[in-house]
């Protein structure tokens, strides 16, 4: 198991000796429509937008993961004060079945709240929603938008996967900070999906998002999601370590931030079960 707990350094700076940050990056994939993107090179000089988006899928993919997450919110001007929430974040794959469980720790009143979000292979959403003592509400794809916590993310962020749509073209080079970028635009036609345009803007020197825009079927950007730490995974491969999750159009914005992480785990199903969360809550 790797541990990492080195979380000091400034935003934007890429650890060689970090070790493995939480998953967040693979939930997390909110985007948006970003204006000032220079125009795509010639064909000859541009990568082939599928195998780029291939490459940071494969670099993030893993069988199981733990993570503990601290998420500091921060609500409109005047409406309210900056909350933090200390988070536990469980994931596992099951051929091409997503599990992501979300359990509040921290504070003591809020502890034990719960999100348990499935994506089949085909797409469709479910899981459920759990409130101490023992309330368990199915989670249905009519809660897409449904904010988790009272934070930036939702529950999209962890249901949707854009970077399986079928069509993925590279549209300019840009910097994310100092690091050049490719600019991969993934669309769909399908009409259930809310933020059908998602532009990703993708390292050019290792294969991961440093931000991540998704725009509404009009085009108006909705919700922007920055990386602020890089780190190198001692079994190789990288993950970001602190994510700034905006959500343009009301201003709020939530720093995800990774304290430790385990990945390439084998958890099993009853985990992810209401039953599998009310005896996480009583070992706690």
């Given at each position: 198991m790797k541990i990492m707990r080195d979380f000091r350094k400034k935003?934007?700076?890429?650890?060689?000796?970090?070790?493995?940050?939480?998953?967040?990056?693979?939930?997390?994939?909110?985007?948006?429509?970003?204006?000032?993107?220079?125009?795509?090179?010639?064909?000859?000089?541009?990568?082939?937008?599928?195998?780029?988006?291939?490459?940071?899928?494969?670099?993030?993919q893993t069988t199981g993961s733990k993570a503990r997450l601290r998420l500091a919110i921060e609500p409109p001007e005047g409406q309210g004060p900056a909350r933090s929430l200390q988070v536990l974040l469980k994931s596992r794959r099951e051929g091409a079945t997503q599990e992501t469980l979300v359990m509040v720790q921290w504070p003591r009143e809020e502890k034990g709240r719960a999100w348990m979000i499935r994506r089949t292979d085909s797409g469709e959403v479910g899981g459920f929603r759990f409130m101490p003592p023992n309330e368990v509400t199915p989670v249905t794809a009519a809660e897409l938008e449904a904010p988790l916590f009272g934070s930036d993310l939702s529950v999209d962020d962890f249901a949707e996967s854009f970077w399986d749509w079928p069509e993925q073209q590279v549209v300019g080079v840009d910097k994310v900070g100092s690091a050049e970028c490719w600019v991969v635009e993934s669309r769909t036609s399908d009409a259930s999906v809310r933020h059908p345009r998602v532009r990703s803007w993708l390292a050019k020197d290792k294969p991961i998002a440093l931000r991540v825009d998704k725009s509404d079927k009009n085009g108006e950007l909705r919700k922007r999601l920055t990386a602020g730490r890089v780190v190198r995974r001692d079994e190789g491969g990288w993950v970001v370590a602190e994510w700034m999750v905006e959500t343009v159009t009301s201003g709020s914005r939530t720093r995800v931030t990774g304290s430790r992480s385990d990945r390439d785990l084998t958890l099993p199903a009853s985990e992810f079960s209401p039953e599998g969360v009310r005896q996480l809550l009583d070992s706690r």
């Open positions: 935003a934007g700076e890429v650890s060689p000796r970090g070790r493995s940050r939480a998953r967040a990056a693979l939930l997390l994939f909110l985007a948006l429509a970003v204006a000032g993107v220079a125009a795509a090179p010639p064909a000859a000089e541009t990568p082939e937008a599928r195998g780029l988006v291939s490459a940071v899928v494969r670099n993030q």
